[in-house]
T-cell receptor, first 118, second 112 residues
Framework: AQKITQTQPGMFVQEKEAVTLDCTYD???????LFWYKQPSSGEMIFLIY??????QNATEGRYSLNFQKARKSANLVISASQLGDSAMYFC???????????????FGTGTKLQVIP | NAGVTQTPKFRILKIGQSMTLQCTQD?????MYWYRQDPGMGLKLIYY???????DKGEVPNGYNVSRSTTEDFPLRLELAAPSQTSVYFC???????????FGPGTRLTVL
């Protein structure tokens, strides 16, 4: 079974509108964390937002918010007031488990390509 | 701080050649990682290290080797390059106990 599922290969959004990028996850670990990264066409990976499994409130970072629904195992990224510079690939990722060295495995989804239309 | 730096940015190898991808971080992070990203896919973990002298295999380690002699450096070695190793390689680092991984700019490798 896929650990991280992003079902939207591509999305379009009008500039200044809000957009939701979907992410569902699968884990039996009670302690885990969920991330979103942005990858523009230049190729670098940019950290956007993080949500821990025990966090009571949804994470927010500026125009980014994470809609965390634990029972549904979903961690959707909401981008408000889209800008042309938001056009990029967006990856959802999850960390889970912990070995004796404290390492926690991180698994990435296949990504969603967002295009913002002027 | 330069953050995480990777060299080279691009490289073309012939089948059977070897090379080392360099990764250096100046943030004194304990954890370092090597990922590969195939076209249209997410990242897959090749190797990771939780500190100098300690390395372990990730999801796709075959065909690669790593070493971690210092906190700063985490080189990835490809022996006998194969076309299946054509990919973009990302190095990342992380502070132990914190959740965010910081990525380098990537190395685009083509094996012909």
């Amino acid at each position: 079974a896929q650990k991280i599922t992003q079902t939207q290969p591509g999305m379009f959004v009008q500039e200044k509108e809000a957009v939701t990028l979907d992410c569902t996850y699968d884990t039996s670990d009670p302690s885990y964390g969920l991330f979103w990264y942005k990858q523009p066409s230049s190729g670098e990976m940019i950290f956007l937002i993080y949500q821990g499994s025990y966090d009571q409130q949804n994470a927010t970072e500026g125009r980014y918010s994470l809609n965390f629904q634990k029972a549904r195992k979903s961690a959707n990224l909401v981008i408000s007031a889209s800008q042309l510079g938001d056009s990029a690939m967006y990856f959802c990722a999850m960390r889970e488990g912990q070995d004796s060295g404290g390492y926690q495995k991180v698994t990435f989804g296949t990504g969603t390509k967002l295009q913002v239309i002027p | 701080n330069a953050g995480v730096t990777q060299t080279p940015k691009f490289r073309i190898l012939k089948i059977g050649q070897s090379m080392t991808l360099q990764c250096t971080q100046d943030m004194n992070h304990n954890y370092m990682y090597w990922y590969r990203q195939d076209p249209g896919m997410g990242l897959k973990l090749i190797y990771y290290s939780v500190g100098a002298g300690i390395t372990d295999k990730g999801e796709v380690p075959n065909g690669y080797n790593v070493s971690r002699s210092t906190t700063e450096d985490f080189p990835l070695r490809l022996e006998l390059a194969a076309p299946s190793q054509t990919s973009v390689y990302f190095c990342a680092s992380q502070v132990q106990g914190r959740d965010t991984q910081y990525f380098g700019p990537g190395t685009r490798l083509t094996v012909l």
